[in-house]
């Protein structure tokens, strides 16, 4: 079945960038998200891309795909505590299957 | 206006009991979804529905049921509780064929069974 992988732990300082990385098996993936989780709220769609797609810039994000390898990569310049967070990929294949996650990122911004 | 909305936020109850979570949304999809966040914080699809009719169900034990008296409601009911089924449930909506499929997620029931 698809399986989707993420690391659990990232710690970076605030002003720095932040880089998440993700790979995933199902080569029928269409879309691909990022989804983040604040503590103790539920789940909010940060962005997403096309797996025809590179690259995309959206303010402080950029989306990184590398197809052939199966991996994607967001990263968030300027972090800030305000981002501290559970960073959730995923990803389907199409318009009403669900999403397979990845265990989460869990992002700590130190000031 | 809150697009998904589930209840009740906190539900903390025995081994052995059966209890509902009620989700409705408001943005007029087709399908929605039940997904259960464990302690770890791993997310796993649990149902998945099409305008009220069961489309997936990822080997989820049958006490839990899920029931869809119309396309804006998703309710899951769990019978004999066990203390395993202590997770957060996330209820989702989705419409297919729009740009990008975007899941909206509703705030989550917390589960607690003792």
């Known amino acids: 079945g698809e399986d989707v992988e993420q690391s659990l732990f990232l710690s970076v300082r605030e002003g720095d960038s932040s880089v998440i990385n993700c790979t995933y098996t199902d080569s029928s993936s269409t879309y691909l998200y990022w989804y983040k989780q604040e503590p103790g709220a539920g789940l909010q769609l940060l962005t997403y891309i096309f797996s025809n797609m590179d690259m995309k810039q959206d303010q402080r994000l950029t989306v990184l795909l590398n197809k052939k390898d199966k991996h994607l990569s967001l990263r968030i310049a300027d972090t800030q505590t305000g981002d501290s967070a559970i960073y959730f990929c995923?990803?389907?294949?199409?318009?009403?299957?669900?999403?397979?996650f990845g265990k989460g990122t869990r992002l700590s911004v130190i000031a | 206006d809150t697009a998904v909305s589930q209840t009740p936020k906190y539900l903390v109850t025995q081994m052995g009991n059966d209890k509902s979570i009620k989700c409705e949304q408001n943005?007029?999809?087709?399908?929605m979804y039940w997904y259960k966040q464990d302690s770890k914080k791993f997310l796993k699809i649990m149902f998945s529905y099409n305008n009220k009719e069961l489309i997936i169900n990822e080997t989820v034990p049958n006490r839990f049921s899920p029931k869809s008296p119309d396309k804006a409601h998703l309710n899951l009911h769990i019978n004999s509780l066990e203390l395993g089924d202590s997770a957060v449930y996330f209820c989702?909506?989705?419409?297919?064929?729009?740009?990008?499929?975007?899941?909206?997620f509703g705030p989550g029931t917390r589960l607690t069974v003792l």
């Open positions: 989702a909506s989705s419409q297919p064929g729009l740009a990008y499929n975007e899941q909206f």
């Open positions: 995923a990803e389907s294949d199409s318009g009403n299957t669900p999403l397979v």
């Open positions: 943005l007029g999809h087709d399908t």
